[in-house]
């Protein structure tokens, strides 16, 4: 899994790619509690290169949209794959997030 964080002046763009399960999602956890520590205005998580997200990787995503809107802050999910489309299904979570096709409409609006 690997993380990269941009900063787009008024929003933080978080790219995650490979699988994101319960070992790694602690690191994905970090990068958004940093970014969430300094009240960044919004974050887009771009998910458009996950093959795989667990239970622990809903976890953590449902915990910083919880933390971001807490100080009113924006919290959007982009370029959700099938696969990991049918664990917010399965979740019931697509209304729940602001899930966009891909990053460049997440950040439309900001």
């Known amino acids: 899994m690997e993380i990269e964080i941009e900063d787009l002046g008024n929003a933080s763009l978080v790219r995650v790619s490979g699988e ?3 070992s790694n999602s602690p690191t994905v956890r970090d990068s958004l509690m940093d970014l969430i520590a300094g009240k960044a205005p919004a974050i887009v998580v771009d998910l458009g290169e996950v093959s795989y997200m667990d239970s622990s990787g809903i ?3 449902v915990e910083g949209l919880q933390e ?3 100080y ?3 919290f959007r999910i982009a370029g959700l ?3 990991v489309k049918q ?3 399965l979740a019931r979570l ?3 997030f602001d899930i966009y096709p891909d990053a ?3 950040k439309e609006g900001l």
């Open 94 to 96: 697509t209304d729940v």
């Open 87 to 89: 664990v917010f299904e």
């Open 68 to 70: 971001t809107t807490s």
């Open 20 to 22: 994101v399960d319960m």
């Open 81 to 83: 794959t099938e696969k």
């Open 104 to 106: 460049e409409q997440a």
């Open 72 to 74: 009113g802050g924006k």
């Open 59 to 61: 976890a953590t995503l």
